[in-house]
């Protein structure tokens, strides 16, 4: 391998390792963050690539992070690079969360600890509850009565009959597809 | 075994959570609370918290938590990596589709039509959040409702919706709050 790769590799672990670091707040900060640092700071891609780039991280399932930081891995050095930006992504969480979790089992017996965490559950319902209000509103704003129907059906589906939550992805994601299809073959857009 | 187990739970977590950040939640609900019963409710309450005062995305947080509750750390890089693989296989395949053929819209219009399903999944999941948070125990009968708990709730959505305060400063207050009560329970009450 030689030295410029190596360079690049390099750095492009240490990026992907600070950003994961110090980005509080998921998925959809740390795009805007891929994107200063290697669009405006090291020029690797272009700023339009980075656009597409971000839609297929959003587009394939699990953490928005972790799959910028592959799409822009793999961008630049392929397999390897793909490698060294999962790297560098995980390793904060891994590091942090270990010793969250020794810290947890160690602490929760203390009353003061779980009377915190306690108060705490209140305060990280309110945030779902908020971030969920937000998203229905989204779908509800679209107009369509299909996709309303489908957030309804989805949540009876899962609340009342327990039906698993993969089925009800594998279910809505092939309604969906068809629908897709089939507004393409009308020649309009859905 | 029980690596083997971590690794393909947090698999099918990572292949199915499309939508990032939350869209993990009533996944990894289903795989490490109802399926393999690795943790109680209230430990995923408190995971969820703990996710989101912490860097990096809900899912590799909750990989790494689990593993190391149940297996280590080898259990947390079991886990870890079943959780990011689908990312790598996915995001490849995507960028090779859309190097090829420049189009992904068919796939973005699936997307958008499975957003109401996702939404619907993680309000199930803050549901169940809720409820642990509100009654004594996490049973949902009415004489084990904290009338306290509610009022955090209640403050901390103000503060969420009105006041834009920061979640992580709004869940720390309502910690801090329950500490205070507790504490003053213990030395002034009877």
Known sequence: MDQTKRQKLKKLFLSTLYLSTFTFGGGYVIV??????????????????????????????????????????????GIPGLIMAVLGAVIPPLVILSAVSLCYTAFISNPYVSAMLNGMRSGIGAVITSVVYDMGKNVVNTGDILNMAVMILSFCASYFFNVSTIVIIIAAASASMLRAVLSARGGKEA | ?????????????????????????????????RTHHWMSMNTFADLVTIAEMTPGPIAVNAATFVGTQTAGISGAIAATLGCVLPSCIFVSVLAFIYTRYRKLSLLQHTLAGLRPAVVAMIAKAGVTILISAFFIEGIPAVHQVSARMILYFAAALFLLRKVKMNPV??????????MVFYAAQTHLGP
């Open chain 2, 169 to 178: 400063l709004v869940m720390g207050l309502c910690g801090v709050c329950e």
């Open chain 1, 32 to 77: 805007t963050l891929l994107k200063n640092r290697f669009v405006d700071q090291y020029h690797w891609i272009d700023e339009e690539e980075m656009l597409d780039m971000a839609a297929i991280a959003q587009a394939s399932p699990g953490a928005v992070a972790v799959n910028g930081a592959i799409t822009v891995g793999y961008r630049i050095c």
């Open chain 2, 1 to 33: 075994m029980i690596l083997i187990q971590l690794f393909l739970s947090f698999f099918k977590i990572g292949c199915f959570s499309f939508g990032g950040g939350y869209a993990a939640m009533p996944l990894i609900q289903e795989q490490v609370i």
